[in-house]
């Protein structure tokens, strides 16, 4: 009997993944996953420069684990969670709040990106770290795609998501994904399409019996 679980763990992803397409061939054979700016993360190194003020360059600075960059004369400056225009605009800001630059043009490039990942635990047939794309959404759905399925003892309608804030505290999503995944019509059933961030952590709980 013992030796016939691999088979059947591999037999329930492959049923999810089928069941998976079909809903996703329902919403529409056309419908294409959605891009996203690239957003800012800890850990990523930027260079980041101001139009006309060479002494001003700062070139692979590493964005700290609380979110920030240490800059010539304002200092830290939060970019992480930001796309690039809202980086650059913030640093531009930090120099206007300072009266050092009155309109500065500020230019932020990414020069290394940091590992863009979350982590599934629970109920689904492979647990760990899964990396997300840095340049499209990245959904509870695919997620749960590449974790191979929930198992059969999953409470797929009940998945935690806790995401740490840019300020340290932690927010807490409870989602439906079962509706979402079976194209139930209900309140629910835009759970599985909630877009994860880097670093979020996403709990399958057991059902209750």
């Not at 850990?43 to 960059?69: I, M």
């Not at 209900?186 to 057991?206: G, W």
């Amino acid at each position: 009997m013992k030796s016939r679980m691999p088979a059947l763990h591999l037999l329930r992803a492959a049923l999810f993944i089928a069941g998976a397409c079909a809903s996703l061939s329902a919403q529409g054979a056309g419908e294409e996953r959605k891009a996203a700016p690239y957003r800012i993360s800890r850990g990523d190194r930027v260079s980041v420069s101001v139009l006309g003020e060479p002494e001003l360059k700062v070139a692979g600075a590493r964005v700290e684990p609380v979110g920030t960059v240490n800059l010539v004369l304002v200092k830290e400056v939060r970019l992480a969670g930001r796309t690039i225009l809202e980086a650059e605009a913030a640093v531009a800001k930090a120099y206007q709040d300072g009266r050092f630059l009155r309109s500065p043009r500020v230019t932020i490039t990414v020069e290394e990106y940091a590992p863009r990942t979350v982590i599934v635990s629970g109920k689904v047939n492979i647990q760990g770290r899964q990396e997300i794309p840095p340049n499209a959404e990245f959904t509870l759905k695919d997620l749960i795609f590449k974790a191979g399925g929930f198992t059969d003892t999953a409470r797929s309608s009940a998945v935690k998501v806790t995401r740490t804030l840019p300020d340290g505290t932690q927010k807490y999503f409870i989602l439906d994904v079962e509706s979402g995944i079976k194209g139930r019509a209900n309140s629910s059933s835009k759970d599985a399409s909630f877009v994860l961030e880097p670093d979020d952590v996403v709990y399958v709980p057991e059902k209750l019996i």
